[in-house]
């Protein structure tokens, strides 16, 4: 198997601005990403999952180049992309992301065939006629009538405002799609709508997936790999019937003890028990970032940032004392 | 042949035949129709559906919240205790929300003053329950006095004014009722503002505000929606443990049928405006009635997808602007038959604590008809 | 309710603007449209009261105040429009521009906007008027110098809501610039908010450039203009009252019929 994307030690740190002086440089930085390296293997769907402030969605924008990484590198499809060189218009041919929120991803001014056409218009050198094809073949493949092409958005319900994203989303064939939280904003029965559409496209174009989430089920669901993150890193690695089976980084098993089942007879949720809040971005503690609230922590945990270790083939862990989890 | 047994379980409040309107200018909706419903004393109900099924107007109806210009009660009664609410002014309305009726809602951020500290706010929620009690008591000790010349305990609460130091007792007070909801650090925490604090903090205050009440029941609308996956682990559980201390029924609203299956004792499905199903929640989960709930729970991730097979809903929820009769789920519904779009099927009571609105199920409504 | 004031407002300012382009064609084609000449004097006897020859009497001179009245309708509105015009676009794209670059090119440009708006209008239009010489063209140029900062600080808002709205994320997902998305995605979905409130500012420019014509720095007599009317005719308040009031009235309805057109766009727009 080959990797499609592959990332290094991959960070984005923001300044934070003290002061009234627009001139001061930043002494403090909220550390969004602080050095995640994961892989993306060709075909498959990574989910990267964790709870807000734990980066994920900042990792989605940078990998898509929508902002600058601090450092690190990434790499799409053989070459590195960070590189000032890069021309992000042939990256977007085969990188393409659908956001979280339907509403907001479509010009409420602009029709749906004009939508779907955009990144054909501005990254192909087609001609109109070869746009109107593929815009026809768009709409076919994620269900939507031809006749949507002339409507606006504000005639369209969420799910349906969903399907053009994704249209929109494959219609320059991309290799890559970026799913940020697609059906966080959906109904349940749309949901598994939306969620089967993915599949089948996933199978007919031969996509490859990282899904951003923090729906523990739809990330089960939905991928083949998992990458749970907690305030910046990456805190486990490995494939997902792996993880959802044996978690071993002591926040992945809160995590996923926390995710509720649809089983009444099965409530795990009145038995976690996790405290403490998520730290500051700004301040973190010293050391892994999860060890005031861990269980097991211990001495090193504050001083020393743990770094991924295997713990069974293809299965990366965090964490210290990762055999504690065993 | 089976008789049913109708079993008198304690009912704290009794929604009958609730029938609630919108109107804007695209038109008139119709939130709720004929909705019947009951809570029962120390349980929790668990309230769900999708968006637009009228979960929210239902906990907006009981708590007397609805907006009164576009929204109008057209018929029905909700009984709490043996009052109607809905027949109550505003002003008796009072004596009950807040303090035997008891809210919290999805975004606590608004539901917190920003420009006043945690702690002043729990401790007007407190003053306000001593001098409820104060007021029961005067109103016993009155009844005492006419009745056995017995004077008048002294009034000692004099009521909550913003910005006065809290000391002594009432501090006390404020702190147990904070670490009743398992805050960290409460000596710190009252003296922050809303602001400062993570969302499962508020949450946790608001549910420490709402219990300070020791209301009868608590509406909680989707009150961890906005909340992470463990945070909304702990602020569930917590609540799980307190409605037993407190003695408290609570009716949850909510979108999410995992969550349900989670804390619920007995659990509503709702559908563009109708309850189409109540049961237990062990019930509902294996033996669903109503093919809206079937299909509600075979649309859920419950595993990987080489092992889950989805299968979704077809079609969407009906605009709820133009009238619709007959049942309102016929356009989706895999089993509809042609009394379905005639007349609307009944909510009634098919096995023992398990009703539903369908003509698959139960003689009085269809041609079939299932005992178990 | 609502609608009916809309309607209201709709209708005077049709009757306004229709009135202005008549007038300017005629003028164009150097035809008399009013009853009388409007700078032409003693077409009728003194400080006549308003009769069925002339409809709002004469001034002083035995002019026909109904003609000067018509005659003067295309200076207010048409620098109101074109002021009002000028300001938006130019605070659109100077907003917008501000928006998306962000950094110091936004503290720059917004400080210079501040720069601006700090500038007293009506002391600047007088150092203009004392410059250039007095006009309505060089009025409506010094105020389309000064009006645009609130239309910049407002396209600058919105700018920045509409820049977090996916759409456009998606749009640099496919390869637009920022200046593609500015004219494509960001200048329509602002644009909305903006026409609202220059709808409603249409009538403070009438109200500015009467004030500015008050002051004599508009036309030179004996052009008519509303403005240099009521400064003209405001001595005969008492013995002729017509003379100040009418054109004083005509400068109201026209910021009415303005103010309640904008109200009753911004209502509209509200509901959807």
Known sequence: ?326 | MTCWRRVELSNLVRVEDLTVCYESRGGKVTALDKVRLDIRSNELLAVVGESGCGKSTLALAIIGLLPNPPARILNGEIVFRGTDLIRLDQANMRKYRGTQIAMIFQEPLSSLNPVYKVGDQIAEAIMVKRSRDEGMAQVESDFMQKTHKIDPPPKISKGFRYGKRISGELKDEIIASLKLVRIPDPEHVIERYPFELSGGMRQRIMIAMALSQEPALLVADEPTTALDVTTQAQVLKLMKELMTKVKTSVLLITHDLAVACQVADRVAVMYAGDVVETANVFDLFSKPLHPYTEGLLSCLPTGSKSKVDLKPIPGSVPDLRSPIVGCKYVSRCPFVMKTCSERKPEFIETMENHEVACYLHGEKNGTNSTNN | MKNREALVGTAIVVAFILMAVLVAISNVFKLQMTPFDPIAQNVGPSLAPPSFEHLMGTDVQGRDLFSRIVAATPNDVAVSLAVVGVALAAGAIIGSIAAFRGGLFDEALMRFTDVIFALPALVLAMSIGVVLGPGVTNMMIALMIIWWPPYARLARGEALRVAHQNYIEAARLSGLGTMKILFKHVLRNIVVTMLVYATLDIGTVILVYSGLSYLGLSVRPPQPDWGEMVSAYQDYLITAPWLPIIPGSIIALGVIGFSLLGDGLRDMLEAR
């Open chain 1, 1 to 326: 198997m080959e990797p499609i994307l592959q990332t290094t030690d991959l960070t984005k740190y923001f300044p934070v601005q003290r002061g009234l002086n627009p001139f001061s440089k930043a002494k403090k930085f909220v550390r969004a990403v602080d050095g995640v390296s994961l892989t993306i293997w060709k075909g498959t769907t990574i989910a990267v999952v964790g709870e807000s402030g734990c980066g994920k969605t900042t990792l989605a924008r940078t990998i898509a180049l929508l902002t600058k990484p601090t450092s690190g590198d990434i790499v799409f499809d053989g070459r590195s992309i960070v590189s000032g060189k890069t021309n992000s218009k042939l990256v977007y041919r085969d990188l393409q992301m659908i956001f979280q929120d339907p509403e907001s991803s479509l010009d409420p001014n602009i029709k749906v065939g004009d939508t779907i056409g955009e990144p054909l218009e501005g990254l192909m050198e087609w001609s109109k006629n070869e746009v109107k094809n593929a815009v026809e073949k768009s709409l076919a493949a994620v269900g939507l009538p031809q006749d949507s092409v002339d409507r606006l958005p504000g005639q369209l319900s969420g799910g349906q405002k969903q399907r053009v994203a994704i249209a929109r989303a494959i219609s320059p064939q991309p290799k890559l799609v970026i799913l940020d939280e697609p059906t966080s904003a959906l109904d349940a029965s749309v949901q598994a709508q939306i969620l089967r559409l993915l599949l089948q496209l996933q199978k007919d174009y031969a996509l490859s997936y990282m899904l951003i989430t923090h729906n523990i089920a739809v990330a089960e669901y939905l991928s083949d790999y998992m990458a749970v993150m907690y305030s910046g890193n990456l805190v486990e690695y490995g494939l997902t019937e792996e993880i959802m089976a044996k978690p071993r980084h002591p926040y992945t098993i809160a995590l996923i003890s926390s995710a509720p089942l649809a089983n009444p007879w099965k409530r795990n949720l009145l038995q976690v028990e996790i405290r403490g809040e998520v730290p500051s971005a700004i301040n973190p503690p010293p050391g892994c970032k999860f060890n005031p609230r861990c269980p097991y922590a211990d001495g090193i945990c504050s001083r020393e940032i743990p770094k991924l270790k295997e713990v069974s083939s293809g299965h990366l862990v965090a964490c210290h004392f990762v055999e504690k989890t065993a």
